[in-house]
């Protein structure tokens, strides 16, 4: 039987293809532009677009294992669709959001639910990878690393537990592959917390050059950010930072629990990734 990815040609997603491929697993990638997924040679990627369900039918023919990439509005009915093609097992891209009491999170949490909620009900085997803040949402200050040699950004101290994509596709992939992970609620996250100053450090050793740290002030911040991002979001993010100030994320060992090895390191994450910083 074949396992469908969906969002393949995402963060994550390329990495499960790629993990899946090197496991020899009969897969399926489904990206809305299969043309521009970039994915390795020989995959069978397919057409679909989660937004729109009924895409889903070609890409299912045969699939009873899915990667579920979380699009909220339109959950149940893929949920439903892939149940009817006789997908057995669907793996979860989630958010650790879904775990946080504080209201900062806000439509994070009821989008992520919505989509756990969807696929709960539907009677299957289910994971929920519930990941912490991407390790590459340091590619946000690519381009002022690259340009200038710095960084600009509120909250110096605010220390993450920054997880490696590819660890959450190893965790995936485990989960899709082998049995004992049904119900599983996974929160995974990278093996330490470090503040955003010890980030900008460790990129600037990947890369073999001193970056500097400009401290801006929440205020200036929002303004920079909401050019860019809707109000509520900015809200979101600066305020996750604040609290991570004084109250570090949590770090779990779900990666190595899972998948037999230590999750990788933010200075693994900054080598494998130095070129979009040079």
């Known amino acids: 039987m074949t396992i469908l990815v969906t969002g393949a040609a995402g963060t994550v ?161 485990t989960a899709l592959l082998r049995d004992g992970h049904a119900g599983g609620k996974y929160t995974i996250t990278g093996p330490a917390a470090i503040t955003q100053v010890e980030q900008v450090r460790t990129i600037g050793e990947a890369i073999g050059r001193d970056i500097r740290f400009e401290e801006m002030t929440p205020d200036e911040k929002f303004a920079e950010m909401v050019q860019y991002l809707p109000e509520d979001s900015v809200k979101m993010i600066l305020g996750y930072f604040a609290i991570a100030v004084d109250t570090p994320d949590a770090v779990t060992s779900v990666v190595e629990e899972v998948t037999g090895r230590p999750a990788r390191t933010f200075a693994e994450w900054a080598a494998d990734n130095a070129a979009s910083f040079r």
């Open 13 to 173: 997603g390329r990495h499960v293809v790629g993990q899946l491929l090197a496991a020899g697993a009969d897969i399926r990638a489904m990206s809305r532009n299969p043309a521009e997924a970039g994915l390795p040679v020989g995959v069978d990627v397919v057409e679909g677009d989660l937004l729109e369900p009924e895409s889903l039918r070609p890409a299912l023919a045969g699939v009873d294992k899915m990667y579920l990439f979380p699009v909220a509005a339109t959950a149940k009915e893929c949920v439903d669709i892939a149940v009817q093609a006789g997908v057995r097992r669907i793996v979860v891209l989630s958010s650790d959001a879904v775990n946080t009491q504080y209201e900062i999170a806000g439509d994070s949490v009821d989008d992520h639910l919505m989509v756990e909620n969807a696929v709960e009900a539907a009677g299957v085997e289910w994971t929920f990878l519930r990941a912490v803040a991407f390790a590459s949402n340091a590619l946000f200050w690519a381009h002022s690393i690259a340009a200038e040699g710095v960084v600009r950004t509120a909250y110096p101290l605010a220390a993450q537990a920054l997880v490696h994509e590819a660890d959450i596709a190893a965790v995936a992939v």
